[in-house]
């Protein structure tokens, strides 16, 4: 795993959770080809670098997968390919979006589970951290935030029962910032190109 890791450059978390943010977008203007190609280079990809990761991102997530694909299999209205496709009352159409909107889960899931095995959740916490600046203007105190969703994570990671949602609200979890330390990595060089290929590849994208 080390020897995997050193070879991708470091990151800053903020720079990694835009990245995939911005992928999240991408794959949504995406045609059903292009979508077959994303899943099938991030599906392999994402068990290569942690298959039960993703074997459980995928178990958790079923039934909304199962639902997309019933959703769009059987309430697509259009054109009967065959008379074995009426008797199955499934449209091209249908199939066709099916298919696409159940491979763009995949995908996404896929690059979450790669994400997660670049960061771990006090990485995750450094980056929402940098990106919730801007909700300081509105009075947001982001240290008080970033604090209790790290001992959410902790505690979720410790196996204690419940919702994320009851965890991070509950009264007895410390959200005293001077309880904690988060020191915060550097934002690098390669960041900042990173970031300015994102707003690029946007600029380009609404053209």
Not at 3 to 20: E, K, M, N, Y
Request: glycine share 6%; charged share 20%; net charge positive.
């Amino acid at each position: 795993m080390a020897g995997r890791r050193s070879l991708i450059p470091v990151f800053h978390p903020a720079s990694l959770l835009l990245t995939w943010a911005a992928a999240v977008v991408a794959l949504q203007q995406m045609a059903l080809r292009e979508t077959v190609a994303a899943a099938l280079a991030l599906a392999p990809l994402a068990c290569f670098l942690g298959r039960l990761r993703f074997a459980r991102i995928l178990r958790r997530t079923r039934w909304l997968l199962l639902s997309l694909i019933v959703l769009f299999l059987w309430m697509t209205p259009g054109v009967y390919p065959g008379p074995e496709w009426v008797a199955l009352r499934i449209t091209r159409e249908g199939a066709e979006l099916a298919a696409e909107h159940a491979l763009r889960l995949v995908s996404i899931l896929a690059m979450l589970s790669i994400l997660l095995d670049r960061l771990d959740h006090k990485g995750l916490v450094e980056g929402l951290y940098l990106l919730m600046a801007p909700f300081a203007l509105f009075g947001v105190d982001r240290r008080r935030v970033t604090v209790r969703l790290m001992l959410t994570l902790e505690y979720a990671a410790e196996g204690h029962r419940g919702s994320w949602r009851e965890m991070f609200l509950a009264e007895g979890l410390p959200d005293s910032t001077d309880r904690l330390s988060l020191p915060l990595p550097r934002w690098r060089p390669v960041d900042t190109v990173v970031v300015a290929g994102l707003c690029a590849a946007a600029v380009w994208t609404m053209r």
